[in-house]
């Protein structure tokens, strides 16, 4: 099952003039992870009517806790706790995580 989770950002990743949107998805697929994805949605205007394209999601953690998605010059941030190596799932998330992404030809990709 795939659900929206939130922490949206609306921005214009594309300089086209329409505002788009990304934001985070859960998945949980029968057993007892819950998967996270940053994913988003470029805002078209086809016709006379308004239409979204949807990006393929970019995994973020099993398990995780998200706090804030942000968009500053050109990136979004996304911020979350998850567990130190080696910690069992049962372990509160505690060891915080910021990972950057740029919207590049259509997809969300990674700044490492």
Same mark, same amino acid.
């Given at each position: 099952?795939?659900?929206?989770?939130?922490?949206?950002?609306?921005?214009?990743?594309?300089?086209?003039?329409?505002?788009?949107?990304?934001?985070?998805?859960?998945?949980?697929?029968?057993?007892? !992870?819950?998967?996270?994805?940053?994913?988003?949605?470029?805002?078209?205007?086809?016709?006379?009517?308004?239409?979204?394209?949807?990006?393929? !999601?970019?995994?973020?953690?099993?398990?995780?806790?998200?706090?804030?998605?942000?968009?500053?010059?050109?990136?979004?941030?996304?911020?979350?706790?998850?567990?130190?190596?080696?910690?069992?799932?049962?372990?509160?998330?505690?060891?915080?995580?910021?990972?950057?992404?740029?919207?590049?030809?259509?997809?969300?990709?990674?700044?490492?």
């Amino acid at each position: 099952m795939t659900k929206y989770f939130g922490n949206e950002v609306k921005t214009d990743f594309n300089e086209d003039g329409r505002q788009d949107i990304a934001f985070i998805l859960t998945q949980e697929t029968g057993g007892s !992870g819950t998967f996270y994805y940053l994913t988003g949605a470029i805002r078209n205007n086809e016709k006379d009517q308004e239409k979204y394209w949807g990006m393929s !999601g970019v995994f973020l953690g099993d398990r995780i806790a998200p706090q804030t998605t942000e968009y500053r010059n050109g990136e979004i941030t996304v911020n979350y706790a998850t567990r130190n190596p080696g910690e069992d799932f049962s372990i509160q998330p505690s060891l915080g995580v910021s990972k950057t992404f740029q919207f590049v030809e259509g997809s969300l990709v990674e700044k490492k």
